[in-house]
Each structure stands twice: as C-alpha cells, then as structure tokens.
C-alpha cells in the first residue's frame, strides 16, 4: 500500500526518529524510501555566524564565516544523505536522494509529489523539548494532501493499529487507510470514538464496523468519553495500539488549527501518528 516514502532529514533526533518508522513500514511493503534534506533559506539569509549557529544541532564548523556558509551547508547535507542513505540499503530497500534550498515545510510538501507518504519528526532540531511539535511539523499536517506518518518517541513495531473514527470525510479516510493497513499485516483493527451521547456515538462506531465487515476486516470498537484527545491519548497505553491513524481535521468539515485535535494528538501520545487527509 506505500511503495515510496519520503523522509525528512535535518540531523535531529526527530528526523532519525522518522527514518526509523519510515524503514519500519518501507521493509513491510518493499517501498522505496526517498531522503530528503533542504537547505533552510534562512540559514543562507542570516546576517549574523550567531543567528546560523544557533539553528544547527550541532556547533557549526570552527572558523565559519559568512561566505564559507553555503559550502558548510552542502557539506552537512552529503553527510546526512550518505548516513541515512547506508542505512536504508543495509535495510536491502530502494533509496533515492535529493537536496532542496527554501521554506522548509513548502520545500517537503513539493518533493512530496509523487510520493504516497511523507515521514517526519515531531520536531527538529529547533525544536528539542518532549512534548513539543515543530512549526514545519505542524505546518505539514495542516497542508500535506499525502498521509504524513509523524514519527513516535521511541521505535515502534507498527503492529497494533488504532484509528479515532468521528464520521468525517478525513476521519472516513483515515478508516479506509487503517483497515488497508491492517490487512496487509495481518492484524486486529481498533476502532474509537469519543462521544458523551451513548446513541450517536455508538450510531457511528456502527457505521464503521459495517465499512470494515464488508472489507472482510477482523476489528473491535470502543466508544469513550470526555475530552476527545484525553480519551484517545489514554485508551492508547490500554489497548497497547503502537500506531495510531487519525483524520487532519473534524467531522464538521472545518480544519483543525495547530492547536487543535490533530496537532493535539500527535502532542499527547508517544507512538506513531499517521495523520490522513
């Protein structure tokens, strides 16, 4: 179901944590991973060796000076690609490599093209505290019409899919790519919504159940209660799901903002999030 998967690298412990779940699912589905690093325009833009080397995981380069930047940069980006790129062929996949220079969010979003999934950290190396969700990150769930896996905090075997279902276009989406998914490894499907009104919320949990009865599906369901990421950030560790798949924004048709439930969630659990549009 994915033959080509495209990760973001940018030398943090997020982008390393997105190559390993992308080797995770590539080894699964024989897919070629694509590795991609861009050049953040405002590195090359900085007026000042302090503003650039405050943006590097690492310390900059002994002696940098404004001129040498770009090659420093290049440089960087050959060491992440032939670091990366190792690991997928000793992994036996298919591995491309591509450089870009822009906004690093739009620049993903575009080699995103003809990729079916884009893998990413839940932060980069501007972002370093747990619990935190970068801006390209988040800038990527809201935009991305590609699934975006945002990788969990420690690996994760991917083997025990969970999906928030709330009736939505998305939410159906993320349905569909979840029972796929679920078959083609060969596991139970768990399937919650999170509603107060007993009568609504197991009306829809039944609608589900029907999609994936007729796709011969072997799942169960499981209404909760309360606030909807509360709900679903606990069931989480109960069920022992490993890989949660969840709509980019409610049933009522509205996109979730950063600081709503799609960002929330993926804030809120430490195992992967497929985020589907």
């Known amino acids: 179901m994915f033959t080509r998967l495209l990760v973001g690298l940018d030398g943090s412990a997020g982008s390393d944590a997105a190559l390993d779940a992308a080797l995770r699912l590539a080894g699964r589905f024989r897919a070629t991973i694509v590795l991609a690093v861009v050049t953040d325009i ?57 450089r870009a220079t822009g906004v690093v969010d739009e ?15 839940r932060r980069g190396e501007l972002h370093g505290e747990p619990g935190t969700l970068g801006a390209v990150t988040g800038h990527i769930i ?43 490894i060969g596991a139970p499907l768990a399937v919650v919504h999170v509603a107060d009104d007993a009568e ?3 009306a829809l949990l039944a609608q589900a159940a029907a999609f994936l009865s007729e796709h011969g599906a072997a799942f169960e369901t499981r209404r909760l209660t309360g606030d909807v990421v509360r709900a679903v950030a606990d069931f989480i560790p109960r069920y022992g799901a490993d890989l949660l798949v969840a709509g980019a924004h409610g049933g009522r048709g509205h996109r979730w903002t950063i600081g709503s439930h799609a960002a929330r969630l993926v804030r809120s659990t430490t195992i992967p999030v497929i985020i589907q549009r």
């Open 107 to 121: 620049e993903l979003l575009r080699l995103a093209g003809d990729a079916e999934a884009i893998a990413i950290g």
């Open 200 to 202: 609504t919320g197991d």
């Open 142 to 184: 809201r935009h991305s019409p590609k699934p975006v896996l945002v990788a969990g905090e420690t690996p994760s075997a991917c083997e025990r899919p969970l999906v928030a279902y709330d009736g939505g276009a998305t939410s159906t989406h993320a349905l569909e790519l979840a029972a796929r998914y679920a078959e083609a």
């Open 42 to 98: 405002r590195l090359l833009e900085a007026p000042l060796l302090e503003t650039a080397g405050s943006m590097w995981a690492e310390a900059p380069p002994v002696g940098l000076v404004a001129g040498d930047l770009r090659v420093a940069l290049e440089e960087r980006a050959s060491r992440l690609l032939d670091a990366a790129a190792s690991r997928v062929a000793a992994a036996g996949l298919t591995v491309e490599t591509v």
